[in-house]
């Protein structure tokens, strides 16, 4: 099974920060990688699909980059909407998996 | 619009079953794919496992192998995610979520349903 591993757990930034969360694979996944974003109480939300992709509706201040092992997900210019928990997640192959969650706080 | 609209909050007593629904609407039932995935209170996302709506063809993880079943009624546009044997460990909230699909595979989760809490107890 691929295992997916994220860091920092914990972020803490204020508005207006640039900020980047990082996903490494323990093998090659290609491109197939997306984020999501995730908000107390709610589902997730899909931000970045095929590692750079931005779904529809999502504000361009979000991006995505990497392939094989190493992705990042950054968020230029915070906005307090953004303060959530983002988690990756590879579907190269079964069982599909997810990183641990990275808690992105206000400083 | 799409929307996957799941049934409401359940409790259990450990050993019993419990059948979620998700119905989905807004799109063609059977051109998409459905995963389950999971989460315990305060911890990350698990996926469970894959139908595939139109011939009812179903992946489960490892982990859940034995316990789990998945089924669709093309009918009513639900997918039914069963779990049996349940134990205080599987209290969490249970999602469904639709994929991206086309020729080579499925993708990335575009839409999610609400989420179901099922408590172990």
């Known amino acids: 099974d691929i295992q997916m591993t994220q860091s920092p757990s914990t972020l803490s930034a204020s508005v207006g920060d640039r900020v980047t969360i990082t996903c490494r694979a323990s093998?090659?996944?290609?491109?197939?990688l997306a984020w999501y974003q995730q908000k107390p109480g709610k589902a997730p939300n899909l931000l970045i699909y095929?590692?750079?992709s931005l779904e529809s509706g999502v504000p361009s201040r979000f991006s995505g980059s990497g392939s094989g092992t190493e992705f990042t997900l950054t968020i230029s210019n915070l906005q307090p909407d953004d303060f959530a928990t983002y988690y990756c997640q590879q579907y190269h192959n079964y069982p599909c998996s997810f990183g641990q969650g990275t808690k992105l706080e206000i400083k | 619009q799409v929307q996957l609209v799941q049934s409401g909050a359940e409790v259990k007593k450990p050993g019993a079953s419990v059948k979620v629904s998700c119905k989905a609407t807004?799109?063609?039932?059977?051109?998409?794919?459905i995963h389950w995935v999971r989460q315990a209170p305060g911890q990350g996302l698990e996926w469970m496992g894959i139908?595939?709506?139109?011939?009812?063809?179903?992946t489960y993880a490892q982990k859940f192998q034995g316990r789990v079943t998945m089924t669709r009624d093309t009918s009513t546009s639900t997918v039914y995610m069963e779990l049996s044997s349940l134990r205080s460990d599987d209290t969490a909230v249970y999602y469904c979520?639709?994929?991206?699909?086309?020729?080579?595979?499925?993708?990335?989760?575009?839409?999610w349903g609400q989420g179901t809490l099922v408590t172990v107890s």
């Open positions: 095929k590692a750079s």
């Open positions: 093998q090659s996944i290609s491109s197939w």
């Open positions: 979520a639709r994929v991206v699909v086309d020729s080579n595979g499925w993708y990335h989760f575009d839409y």
């Open positions: 807004g799109y063609t039932f059977t051109t998409y794919y």
């Open positions: 139908i595939k709506p139109s011939g009812g063809d179903t």
